[in-house]
């Protein structure tokens, strides 16, 4: 049984991330550059989110995290599904910005290669699938970033704004 449903997701995730390609157009990337370009030439620790907690960088955040179908692992309001939560105090690999720029455009796999470590567990554990080739623009990225630092519900302080 835990088989079938390993399997079932692994589908689902490929086709959010076929889905999530087809939205985005092939071709330059005005206004940035890909996140995985950027995850892989980057020193570790030295990317900072560019954003703040403004209304409108949150809003496109959101626009964003819902367009890439963030929501279908992570919950609408971030607050967890087949994924972790993004609302709690788990952050499995961290909190810091370079960390969640990394995770989410390099996947668990390869972040793992980059020598980041669980610091954290949660009670879905499934890896993290690389999204660095679907979203547009390391900006596009960083407002996604923004959007889920919004939703956090955990101590304040671990915000990172």
């Keep these: 049984m835990f088989r079938i449903a390993r399997i079932v997701r692994s589908i689902v995730l490929a086709g959010l991330c076929v889905i999530a ?3 985005v ?3 330059d990337t005005p206004g940035g550059k890909r996140p995985i370009e950027v ?3 980057a020193e570790k620790g030295s990317l900072k989110n560019p954003h703040t907690d403004k209304p ?3 809003e496109a955040g959101r626009k964003l995290y819902m367009s890439y179908s963030c929501n279908g692992c992570h919950g609408g309001g971030g607050g967890g599904g087949m994924c972790p939560p993004l609302t709690n105090e788990v952050w499995v690999y961290g909190s810091e910005d370079d960390t969640l720029f990394r995770l989410i455009s390099l996947g668990t796999v390869d972040l793992q290669k980059q020598g980041f470590m669980r610091k954290g567990r949660e009670g ?3 890896p993290m699938p690389p999204h660095g080739e679907l979203i547009k623009t390391d ?3 960083w407002k996604i970033i923004t959007f889920i630092r919004s939703v956090y519900k955990g ?3 671990r915000r990172n704004w």
């Design 124 to 126: 879905v554990v499934g």
């Design 21 to 23: 390609h087809c939205a």
């Design 56 to 58: 409108e960088m949150i």
């Design 25 to 27: 157009a092939d071709g």
């Design 39 to 41: 995850a892989a030439s």
């Design 139 to 141: 900006d596009d990225l």
């Design 155 to 157: 101590d304040v302080s």
